[in-house]
């Protein structure tokens, strides 16, 4: 057996150890197994990764898993560019967010059980990631969710909790739902659900029209937009958005890892895994990306009006998503992982940096916090770091993975390529300004809660900031290798993963690159200093905006009322339709109105019947009479 | 006899784990009823000893033929060319094994559950396994009947002694709806033994074809007593209430292994004795199917019985169950067996864990339980297990099931197909509904100092765990025992020449 195959299997360990013996026998120790678990597998992960830039790809089945008439499919595992990118994202960040946990969690009462659905989760990020082929995508994809459904609700007794948690699960199923049905249009059209002979079959199918529910559509365009659901669905895009701010009730640690740097990501890395089939489909591709760009704005103009530190952050997240699927949408497959990875790490921090400013002040309402910065030094000056990273300011790693996909996107040259252009750059626009907003309201002027709570405000241990400063450092630098040409860099990031996406068609002049990527640092720049405006020198501003322009401050604080929409033309409907109509009228009445009357049909006969059955002699003698008398009549007349 | 093969292992093993369980309940005859300790152990060593007996069905099959195996004959009546015939094949090894292991789980669940007329309680438990094993193995049509009829008086006495306060109504509706479609199907059966020229021998009748006009009206014969059983749209209303009043045990017998008779009936005489008739049904079927596995599902939703809830949740299973079976193609007939097994295994432990609570609590109600999972955290576990497996998450047994069915029924109709996988959504949504009202928030004041589950409790659950792990991680141990047999199978429902018929077509020849 070979090393990398251990990488999954070595977290499930720590699961399997944790979810047995905690409770009774680890205890508050449980951190050792789960954190040494996605350590090890980082280190292997890394060897892997030198490896396959070594030039070697793996591609091997461990057991045939399930197998039934012509469908057969394996347990096995797929390694090469794309999924060591994804190993490094997961096992690394994955590996700080574990030890800042351990601070984190402290003197919680179900310690190891957090520490067992980390590992859970962990294992089956890297089941999704590794498969080689859809079925074993999709186990890991359910599998995540699963976590992450424990995770959100791992304070269980608080019935939001528990609320988000079902909800995270239950929007994913839709999505899943269209994902299943996408994995077997994929079996029926090619016999196979391996990633290798499928992609390698596609060109025999473009062009191909198949009857679906009544409708002759193109059969590629047909399956990747059924695959593209799923992702909707984990990567919180519209119109499965909603469970994503709700899942902030889960656990700092799990936001950052589960919420910001993995398992959200999983649909983008479905979407690029994928690519040999979303590419021959340009209504797919357009999908993909005007999803993906609406999803963006969207989701930063909600995310300015937010209170709730860690729902800022997560709008944020989603309005990230939907620029990486935008990048998909035009082909820029690279440039959406690449920026997959920044986000990774300065998602990861920002939520870890909210994570320790809630562990001082024990809330989460930005409007009760300020001037935090002198008691969390370390804290501030992360998070500082992380806000400037996603803003985009030139330097900073998200700066070189935006403006690839800003790029990208301009110099696709197609109609649709321009509109989300012009999307994202206002999105440009709202991320660096949310985000100082954010910063300016929790950590600069005067702390705003009360005197109690101020008095207990303190830094974190060093088992919270060391990860926070590790972080940092990945969120200024980790963007250097995909410095573009023009910035003097080779952007070796993009040629790493063009084995396994390729890359985009551009259409432009040094003069457009030099012009999107002043545009978009002149916008990014003005967000924050907007931000400064509004929240350091003029304080009052936003408060009379929000006056003046109530019906849309009302419309984004309330997250464009989605949530409400839903629930009165999904969930009212589902239980009236299961509780006033079927439970109530046609099983009670049709169905037992039939069962229950028959028998009472024939009682009531069989009464009318005895009352005949007197036993009385005269009686039966007068009817046998008047029947003797009735048939003479009739013989007689 | 070249199309079977004789049992060969040196004791009858089918007639064993038929009668052992019978012999057990004649000894029970005989024991003193205030010896309680007694009885039960009396009990549980005989339904021990019938499931390690007939461990053999799983080691010893010959996973390379579709032939019938252990096969036992004897002449019974010759008069009328009855036969004491026992066989099992691809289609039957497994739901033999679930029945075995059943009886035991019943047992061990009922140990403190039950305390007035224990002998005779146990009396029946034995008695209704060995005769649902006799409906698995039966050969020959008179003693399949006989079977079939038995294993309904103990049922009956189980769900109307031991059940909950409206079990006269509940007892009386199971016995009458499953005896309203029994009868039509010994029509049949007569019919079939007169037509066929005297012979009730069920491979031999296999052998035959009959005219298109007479395998519709037999095919309508049996399925008014399988699909009672199954039990398909619209007679499911039996069901939820029969579970509901039942004891824990009754409701374990009924949902892991009674209400497969029904599919199973399908599968072993509808499908091969009435090939193009049931081609012809299979659009029929297939809205049933998808019916059932909605219009349950939605039900379950507004549930505030615990275990009406997972009787309904066993209707919607069961809806996969005739979709896979009907979609006339490998993956969904195997995934049909399978989620059969599936089901027994998931929902019987469902029933099992609801028997936990309701020992301590004697409350169904929904509203009477929540957050259970801190004083509980064991019994929180074990329900999760079972729960994922029910909303078919991948690395459990549901998923499997359910996957292959998806995937046979996309196969055959895009529609039913489609259709169906929205139960997986309503699926999730119900039971994550019921585990968060159960077991997550605020504990309960009710519930605040229950005990976690026992020693007995958990060995009880932990056969039934590791079932739903191993057929969700490597399920090809138990796929191959189907390929040979349900290959079989679709080869002669294929082999006629109709082509599939829309129902109004079917319907106007026959009126012609």
Redesign the interface.
Known sequence: MELYVLIPFLPLAAFVINILFGKRYIKDQAHWFSCLAIIGSFVISVITLIDVIGGRVIDKDLYTWIISGDFKVSVGFLVDQLTVVMLFVVTGVGSLIHIYSIGYMHGDKGYYRFFAYLSLFVFFMLLLVMGNNFLLLYVGWEGVGLCSYFLIGFWFEKRAAADAGKKAFIVNRFGDFGFALGIIMIFLTFGTIQYAPVFSQVKGVIGQTVNFLGFEVDLITLIALLLFCGAVGKSAQIPLHVWLPDAMEGPTPVSALIHAATMVTAGVFMVARCNPIFNPSEVAMNVVAITGAVTSLFAATIAMTQNDIKRVIAYSTVSHLGMMFTACGVGAYAAGIFHLYTHAFFKALLFLAAGSVIHAVHHNDIQRMGGLRKYLPITYATMFIAALSAGGVPGFAGFFSKDEILWSTFASGSPVGMLVWILITAVAFFTPFYSFRMIFLAFHGKFRGTHHEEHHLHESPKVMTIPLMLLAAGALGAGWIGIPALLGGSAQFTHFLEPVVGHPELHGTHADEWGIMGLSTTIAVSGIIIAAIMYLIKTGVPLILARRFSFIYRTLFNKYYVDELYHFIIIKPALWIAYGFIERFTDAKIIEGIVNGVPRTIGKFSEILRKIQTGFVYHYAIIMAAGILFIAALFLL | MEQVIMNKLGYPILSTLIFLPVVGALLLIFINRSRELWIKWIALIFSTATFILSLPLFTHFDKTTYKMQFVERYEWIPAWNINYYLGIDGISVLLVLLTTLSSILCILISWNAIKIKIKEFYISILLTCGAIGGVFCSLDFFLFYIFWEAMLIPMYLIIGVWGGPNRIYATM?FI??TLIGSVLMLVGIIYLYLYAGNTFDILELMQKSYPYQVQFWLFWAFFSAFAVKVPMF?VH??LPDAHTEAPTAGSVILAAILIKMGAYGFLRFSLPLFPEASKAMVPFIFVLSVIAII?AG?????QKDLKRLIAYSSVSHMGFVTLGIFAL???GV??GILQMINHGVVTGALFLCVGVIYERTHSRQIADYG?L??PM?VYA?FFMVFT?AAVG???TNG??GE??I??GG??AN??A??LA??G??IG??YM??LY?KV?????NPKVINIPDMDAREIITLTPLVILVLWIGI???PF?DFM?PTVQHLLERVNAGGIQETTIAKTIMEVVK
Request: one cysteine or more; aromatic letters at 22%; hydrophobic letters at 55%.
């Open positions: 509706k009458l709806y619209p209303t039996w219009y939605l039900v379950c939703l507004v193609n490998s993956q195997e995934g957050g999972a801190t955290p576990t994922l998450f991948p690395g998923f499997i996957f292959l998806i995937l996309f196969t895009k529609w197909g489609v996988a929205t997986v959504i999730a949504a994550l509904w968060q077991f997550f928030m605020k504990v490597y399920p090809v796929l390929h």
